[in-house]
């Protein structure tokens, strides 16, 4: 069956503007204009409703195999199906055992079998003096490698230090796959560390004192001289802090093969607005000023900052402590993914970007970081047929059972967001219209 999706908003090659996409056999076959639809096409009239690129989420934790309980392909798929989002690349670690060999790689393969509403994808890590395992992750089809500067807090994954990074730079070179790198670094933390001894631990402020600026921008600065050194792909993930922006800046204009993420929930909440014993916005690094939030927006429109993925890092109820409200002893993850979209919306238009900005940032970047951009990202002839449709205007407050992973537990509960995902299609299926999913799981492995 061929069908043609028409609005008179689809996001194509960065512009918005009316059109008709013409699927047949999963793929996009061509563009044309509205009226134009050839013979033999089934016509989805999507009116004012937005059609945008399926999203790609290039940070997401699984935790399957071996930590299902956490969440599991089938309830992230369904969020994610739910959030917009058609592609997901999951991180290495959280899961048992880690995605450090092809073993584990295929291990992960093999859970995820028939679960899956949308596709997704794997990172592999440099952990625990992996470094013979690199070039073979790389052959059997991790789409880059991610690292710990600081520890992970969480069994069955290791950081690395400037020495074993030194081992391993030359295969990851060799490999021209991204290293993707939690910078912070584990010196400024214990420094921080030393000085809140008697600290209050309900407090949002310990917290944010606990994970200072300098552990990230030490980290970073660590990381573009190896770059520069050695020559391999470099991706800042999370970045929370706006003091690294002027490096990352000069780094770009030096040419070094440098990108970055910043999150949803660091361009949403602000450290003023946190209530003490909040321990859902807890993650690392941490939600900081609103000044500091505003200059990550700026830097997203300067071009310093090249994409938003969630790191939707979920976990079970008792894990975040929050009858305890301690900012020390909860895990640190925030869920998003059912959400992200709507809340990264909400302040986009008040600052000035669009549709098709909206699109760069959450869908085509990422697709290029993890190398799938020939396929994902794109409302273009060859891609796949994933497309999300949006409405714009839509506003809605946010429930817990919008959430969709296994453990309904987000800082977004309660918020007032705006736009709202209608469907989503993976591969020219509808996986997911107005809270209905799809029954059978067509998603697949990258």
Avoid at 151 to 172: K, M, N, Q, S, Y
Avoid at 375 to 386: E, N, T
Wanted: charged share 20%.
């Amino acid at each position: 069956m061929a069908h043609a999706f028409v609005s008179t908003q689809v996001v194509i090659a960065d512009r918005i503007r009316p059109a008709a996409v013409l699927v047949r056999d999963e793929k996009i076959v061509d563009l044309c204009a509205p009226s134009h639809v050839p013979s033999g096409f089934e016509i989805h009239d999507l009116g004012d409703y937005a059609l945008l690129p399926g999203f790609v989420d290039a940070h997401v934790h699984i935790n399957e195999p071996g930590r299902t309980e956490w969440e599991g392909f089938a309830t992230a798929t369904h969020a994610a199906a739910a959030g917009g989002y058609t592609t997901l690349i999951d991180m290495p670690l959280n899961c048992l055992p880690a995605t450090t060999t092809v073993a584990a790689l295929e291990a992960k393969w093999e859970a995820a079998q028939g679960k899956c509403l949308v596709d997704w994808a794997a990172w592999g890590g440099v952990s625990g003096h992996n470094t013979q395992d690199i070039e073979p992750l790389a052959a059997a089809g991790v789409r880059g490698f991610k690292c710990f500067l600081a520890e992970p807090g969480i069994d069955g994954f290791f950081r690395v230090d400037e020495a074993e990074l030194r081992i391993a730079a030359p295969h990851l070179r060799a490999t021209g796959l991204p290293l993707l790198v939690h910078a912070e670094l584990p010196e400024p933390l214990m420094r921080a560390a030393e000085s809140l001894s008697n600290a209050d631990w309900r407090k949002y402020a310990t917290w944010l004192a606990s994970r200072p600026d300098a552990a990230e921008t030490e980290a970073i600065k660590l990381m573009l001289n190896l770059c520069r050194e050695f020559g391999f792909r470099l991706h800042i993930v999370h970045l929370a802090t706006a003091h690294a922006l002027d490096m990352l800046r000069d780094a770009r204009a030096e040419g070094l093969p440098v990108t970055v993420e910043t999150c949803p929930h660091y361009l949403y909440f602000a450290a003023e607005e946190i209530p003490d014993g909040s321990t859902l916005q807890k993650c690392a690094p941490p939600i900081r000023s609103r000044d500091n939030r505003d200059a990550l927006w700026q830097a997203l429109k300067d071009g310093i900052i090249d994409m938003i993925n969630t790191d939707h890092s979920p976990c079970p109820l008792e894990l975040k402590r929050l009858d305890e409200g301690s900012f020390q002893t909860a895990w640190g993850g925030i869920s998003s993914l059912a959400v992200a979209v709507s809340a990264v919306w909400t302040r986009m238009p008040q600052l000035g970007f669009d549709l098709a900005d909206l699109a760069r940032l959450m869908s085509t970047s990422p697709a290029r970081l993890a190398g799938l951009d020939t396929r994902k990202g794109s409302i273009a002839p060859g891609h796949d047929a994933d497309f999300v449709v949006f409405d714009p205007n839509a506003e809605l407050q946010i429930t817990a059972e919008m959430l969709r992973c296994r453990h309904p537990l987000s800082p977004y509960v309660g918020e007032k967001l705006h736009g709202q995902v209608v469907s989503t299609y993976v591969c020219g299926r509808q996986v997911f219209h107005r809270g209905v999913f799809a029954e059978q799981p067509h998603g697949c492995a990258l």
